[in-house]
């Protein structure tokens, strides 16, 4: 079993930046595939971005491609997001997940078999 711990929500106005980690802790083998969603208040889980260990691929949703930033340092366990240029509409509880295997649907929360607690992610107007 994995254990995922998000750190570095909080409160930026519009336009601001924001770093997210996430550490892995145990079972790491499951973290083959880590990402980051999302839900805001109301909606449903969104996918914003995954890291995929083989390739060191990424993958972005729409919203956020050229935004956001997802990286991985294998050495501490961690994933980060980096997000820049906030918008409003990024507000959201932003959750880390990971993935023993590639998703048959990256952007399906049911693909991801870990999840963390998430942090919560204010952009103000």
């Known amino acids: 079993q994995v254990q995922l711990v998000e750190s570095g929500g909080g409160l930026v106005q519009a336009g601001g930046s924001l770093r997210l980690s996430c550490a892995a802790s145990?079972?790491?083998?499951?973290?083959?595939?880590m990402g980051w969603f999302r839900q805001a208040p109301g909606k449903e889980r969104e996918f914003v971005a995954a890291h995929r260990w083989s390739g060191n691929s990424t993958y972005y949703a729409d919203s956020v491609k050229g935004r956001f930033t997802i990286s991985r340092n294998y050495a501490k366990n961690t994933v980060y997001l980096q997000m820049n240029s906030l918008k409003p509409e990024d507000t959201a509880v932003y959750f880390c997940?990971?993935?023993?295997?590639?998703?048959?649907?990256?952007?399906?929360?049911?693909?991801?078999?870990?999840w963390g607690q998430g942090t919560q992610v204010t952009v103000s107007s």
């Open positions: 145990g079972d790491t083998f499951t973290t083959y595939v």
């Open positions: 997940a990971g993935a023993s295997q590639f998703p048959a649907t990256l952007s399906s929360p049911s693909d991801f078999g870990s």
